[in-house]
C-alpha cells in the first residue's frame, strides 16, 4: 500500500471540546478500529461534523452505517485493509476535493435527521415503551 503522506493526518492526543470541534471541522476522514464498539458517539460527532466513516465491523458502526450507507465503509480488522480503505478515501477527496466536501455536506444533513436530539428521544420512548408492553 502506497503511503498517505504525514502532512495529511495528525494524531492529537488528549484535547479540549473546543478543539475537538475545530478538529473534526477541518478533518475528512472519522476512522475507528475498536474491537468493540458497542454504541459510538465519536462516530455520531464525526457525522454531525459531515465526516465519512471508515470502521472495523462492530455492533454500533455497523447499526449507524445502516441508517444510511453514504456514511461510510465497515472494513476487516486487518491493518493492510484498514490502510487500503484509508488510501481510496484520500484518493477520493485528491480527486475531487469539492465533490468530496458536497459529499460532507450531505453526510451532515442526514445525520442531523437520524441523530438529532428529538429524534433520538422518540426512539427512546418507542422502545421503552416497547420493552414495558413485553415485560407484563
Not at 492529537?12 to 478533518?27: D, P, V
Not at 455520531?44 to 453514504?70: R, V
Not at 465503509?73 to 465533490?99: C, F, V
Amino acid at each position: 500500500v502506497t503511503a498517505i503522506p504525514t502532512r495529511n493526518y495528525q494524531y492529537l492526543g488528549y484535547i479540549t471540546e473546543e478543539q475537538k470541534i475545530k478538529a473534526l471541522q477541518s478533518s475528512n476522514l472519522i476512522l475507528s478500529t475498536s474491537n468493540l464498539e458497542p454504541f459510538s458517539l465519536a462516530l455520531l460527532e464525526g457525522l454531525a461534523s459531515g465526516l465519512p466513516i471508515l470502521s472495523t465491523p462492530t455492533s454500533g458502526p455497523k447499526h449507524i452505517l445502516g441508517y444510511c450507507k453514504a456514511f461510510g465503509n465497515i472494513t476487516s480488522w486487518h491493518p493492510a485493509e484498514i490502510a487500503k480503505n484509508i488510501l481510496n478515501k484520500y484518493k477520493q477527496w485528491k480527486k475531487s476535493t469539492n465533490e468530496y466536501n458536497q459529499r460532507k455536506i450531505m453526510i451532515r444533513e442526514t445525520a442531523k435527521e437520524h441523530f438529532d436530539w428529538k429524534t433520538m428521544a422518540e426512539k427512546y420512548s418507542i422502545m421503552i415503551k416497547m420493552i414495558h408492553q413485553y415485560s407484563k
